[in-house]
C-alpha cells in the first residue's frame, strides 16, 4: 500500500535552498525534505523524555520545598507567619498538582479501540492491510 502524500509550501529562499541541495546530492527536493522532516520527527520522543524529566525534577523540588515548610510550620508559634506558611505549601502543592496533569496529558496511552481493532484483525482467517 503506497504511503499517503504529504504536500506543504515553503518560502521561495527555503524552495531555492532546497533545490541547490538536492542538485548538489544529485536527488529531488522532495526527498531531502522527506529527510528532514523524518529526523525531526524522530526526535520527538528523546525531547519529550526531556521534557518530562524537567517536570518531574520540579515538581520532586516542590515536594522537598513543602516538606521543609511544614518542619518549619511546626516550630512556628506567631500565628501570622503560620498563615503565610499554609498558604504557600497549598500554592506549591496546587502546581504539583498542574504539573502532574500536564505530565498526564503528555505521556502517550494505549487506546482500548485501537488494541481491540489490532486483535480483531490478527484473529481473521485471511489478513489484508487495513484501508484508509
Not at 538536492?22 to 520527527?41: M, N, W, Y
Amino acid at each position: 500500500m503506497p504511503n499517503p502524500r504529504i504536500f506543504f509550501r515553503v518560502s521561495h529562499s527555503v524552495a531555492n535552498d532546497l533545490q541547490a541541495l538536492a542538485k548538489r546530492f544529485r536527488t529531488t527536493p522532495g526527498s531531502i525534505a522527506k529527510l528532514i522532516v523524518v529526523r525531526e520527527v524522530l526526535h520527538i520522543p528523546a525531547l519529550l523524555d526531556a521534557h518530562d524529566q524537567a517536570l518531574q525534577e520540579i515538581q520532586q523540588f516542590h515536594r522537598d520545598l513543602v516538606a521543609t515548610l511544614e518542619d518549619y510550620l511546626e516550630e512556628m508559634d506567631d500565628p501570622e507567619k503560620r498563615s503565610g506558611v499554609h498558604q504557600i505549601i497549598a500554592e506549591l502543592n496546587e502546581q504539583s498538582q498542574t504539573i502532574e496533569a500536564i505530565r498526564s496529558a503528555a505521556s502517550p496511552r494505549p487506546s482500548p479501540l485501537i488494541a481491540m481493532l489490532i486483535e480483531r484483525h490478527d484473529q481473521e482467517p485471511v489478513q489484508t492491510s487495513f484501508a484508509y
